[in-house]
């Protein structure tokens, strides 16, 4: 049998990336979880980046809205349509085969009454989605349980929340003072309570992260958050160095010492797993 010097392997000697590895369940996030493996997400907007994350072994792939920076050249998240982020989704269904598909809600489409959110979310369900992705703390409590009670998943969005950002005062590090962090802490708790299955946290302090992450009844995932969640998310086009402007401090460059994006994916996924990424020393923030 010949082997593959490239097939990434958990911490626990399973392979974890092969063409026809099946699909990823919530079930089998959960189970992830409890075993303590990382859970390796990345971005994608298009068919052929959606195909390549499958290939590489990411368990899954978010529809970001950060869309409108990546693709659209805007400035913020929030020119992003729910049309637009309903035309992404099914281009990336079509490329994805075996990930766990997240979708982000974009701004305007839930934030005016929970019938809108449910409906927001059917779109987007129907385009190919398995999880909706939805910003902020406290009055989205009730609409995480809404979407919840009527089997959809969910995954909540704490700490820098992009399409918040006029009102956060920037991209900057969240929860830094006691007020915001217990109060972050006390939307994680609300959130995890509603149903939301999984919790991505940007930009917090790693010790807020890993406190939250200890007492979540779901997964987190985390983005400049340390390494302390339960797994960990980038954009795609952040991690392969194939984005204008400046970096967050978080992103690695995977493309360094590559010799294809394939191997540079394969590479995040791998890190991810065995903890190598983020260094919280280069690419986490203490407090
Ligand atoms: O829109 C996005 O890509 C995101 C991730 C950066 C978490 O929300």
Known sequence: MSI?????????????????RKPVTLHRLRAMRDAGEKIAMLTAYDATSARLLDDAGSDCVLVGDSLGM???????????????????????????????????????SYQGTVEQAVQSAVML????????????????????????????????????????????????IQGRDAIAADRLRAH?????????????????PSDLAAQITADYPGMTIGIGAGCR???????????????????????????????????????????VKSGVFPDESLHGYSS
């Open 4 to 20: 593959d010097p490239h097939q990434p392997v958990s911490p626990y000697g399973t392979p974890i990336a092969t063409a026809a």
């Open 70 to 108: 990546v693709v659209q050249g805007h400035a913020s998240t929030l020119p992003v349509t729910l049309e637009q982020m309903v035309y992404h989704t099914t281009c990336v269904a079509r490329g994805n085969r075996s990930s766990w598909l997240v979708t982000d809600l974009p701004f305007g």
């Open 188 to 204: 994680a708790r609300n959130l995890g309570q509603a149903g939301a299955a999984m919790l991505v946290l940007e930009l917090v």
């Open 125 to 172: 369900m129907q385009a190919g989605a398995q999880m909706v992705k939805l910003e902020g703390g406290g009055w989205t409590t009730s609409v995480v349980a809404a979407l919840v009670e009527r089997g959809i998943p969910v995954c909540a969005h704490l700490g820098l929340t992009p399409q918040s950002v006029h009102a956060l005062g920037g991209y900057r």
């Open 229 to 271: 969640t339960h797994g960990q998310v980038l954009v795609l086009q952040d991690m392969l160095d194939f984005s204008a402007g400046p970096k967050p401090r978080f992103v690695r460059n995977f493309m360094a010492g590559s010799p294809s994006i394939l191997d540079a994916v394969r590479t995040y996924v791998r890190d």
